[in-house]
């Protein structure tokens, strides 16, 4: 169970996942500090949190360092979800991404030092890199080129968790590390990049559904409310206290099929173009889960059909609240001659 009076700090939290976990904290009574620099993240998706009392947000990047007011701040728990996590937007600007991962990550663990609060890493799949083993368990070290255009995210995702087990072993800090696999669900950005809202937002508009080289590489998608069922029992596990656990879904899928799914959910006529595999694109990727099975009592409930009804509902609520006038004030005044 979560302590009374936990107040948490979620940096990266106006973006898809930070955002659904600051909405899960302040719901289970915590008081919620959002710390966030809007690269990726937009304040509308803090939009159910603008009359939380509980709830405050802070612009901030975490590659600076941190306000000095947060280690007075009663912190108890911080989640660390800074980075852009879509390859396009994390190799937009690589130094960045890998300052985020390492500078940033140096922060908020000294914060965590100096506050005595726990800290939840979000590392992700990707440390595997493209995977010589199948599934992947946490004891595989993974294999990752160092030179390529993901090593921004991936190698700065290992570094982070190497500070972070560090940290750990010289008792400087109490840490979960969460080994997240492609997650998706509502407030993923049409123009984010990664495979469903790519394909989610293409079926809708009726656009060429893009798959990159054959589809025939593999990923297993997790829900996000399951992730955040996930993310919240491994912060309050003690048995987790400095070890990896990945969570993700494991029902794995071809992304041709993930195309042909989403046609079929959406009643799209979209067609399916090919465009070029991108560079250190991992072949296949499916969670073993038996950790987080066994230490958190957890495994994902939500299936990828129902998930993906729940998602492409999501966007297309979003296009048409788009394409509404904005009624910022009042609505129109009706005049006389009506
Ligand atoms: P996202 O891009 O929607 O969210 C990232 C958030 O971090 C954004 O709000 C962005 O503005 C913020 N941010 C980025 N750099 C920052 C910085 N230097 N300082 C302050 N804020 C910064 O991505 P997401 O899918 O919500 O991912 C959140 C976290 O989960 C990331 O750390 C990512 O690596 C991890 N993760 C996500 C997935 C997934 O499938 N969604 C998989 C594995 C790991
Ligand atoms: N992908 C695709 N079409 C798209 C976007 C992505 O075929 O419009 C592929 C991509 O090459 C990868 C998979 O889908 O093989 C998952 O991509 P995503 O960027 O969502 O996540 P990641 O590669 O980080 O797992």
Redesign the pocket.
């Known amino acids: 169970m979560r302590e009374p009076h936990t107040v948490a700090l979620v940096t990266g939290g106006a973006g898809f996942i930070g955002s659904h976990l600051c909405d899960r904290l302040t719901a289970d009574g915590a008081r919620v500090l959002c710390l966030d620099n809007l690269i990726t993240g937009r304040s509308d998706n803090l939009r159910s949190l603008e009359r939380e009392r509980r709830f405050d947000f802070f612009e901030h990047d975490v590659i600076e360092p941190l306000p000095p007011w947060l280690s007075r701040a009663r912190i108890t728990r911080i989640y660390h979800f800074a980075c852009a996590a879509?390859?396009d937007h994390y190799q937009a600007d690589p130094e960045h991404t890998m300052l985020t991962n390492v500078a940033g990550t140096r922060h908020v663990l000294r914060l965590a030092e100096q506050t005595g609060a726990r800290l939840l890493l979000a590392s992700t799949s990707?440390i595997y890199g493209d995977p010589e083993i199948h599934p992947q368990t946490e004891d595989y070290a993974g294999s990752v080129n160092c030179t390529g255009p993901r090593a921004c995210y991936d190698e700065g995702k290992r570094a982070a968790e190497a500070l972070t087990f560090d940290f750990h072993r010289h008792q400087r800090a109490d840490v979960r590390v969460a080994r997240i696999f492609?997650t998706y669900g509502p407030r993923m950005r049409c123009d984010d990049?990664?495979?469903?809202s790519?394909?989610a937002c293409q079926a809708l508009s009726g656009g060429d559904i893009?798959?990159?080289?054959d589809?025939s590489?593999t990923?297993s998608f997790c829900f996000i409310d399951d992730m955040i069922e996930g993310l919240t029992r491994l912060m309050e596990c003690r048995a987790a206290q400095g070890l990896p656990v990945n969570l993700g879904n494991p029902e794995e899928l071809s992304?041709l099929a993930l195309a042909k799914r989403m046609i079929e959910l959406t009643g799209s006529r979209s067609r399916i173009i090919q465009?070029p595999?991108?560079t250190d694109?991992?072949r296949r990727?499916k969670p073993d889960i038996g950790r987080a099975l066994k230490l958190l009592g957890w495994r994902p409930t939500v299936g990828l059909e129902q998930g993906l009804e729940a998602t492409i509902e999501w966007f297309d609520d979003e296009r048409n609240r788009i394409a509404q006038p904005a009624y910022v004030d009042a609505p129109p005044v009706a005049t006389a001659a009506e």
């Open positions: 879509s390859p990707e492609n990049g990664r495979v469903i790519n394909m893009t798959i990159y080289g589809g590489q990923r992304i465009r595999l991108p694109d991992p990727r």
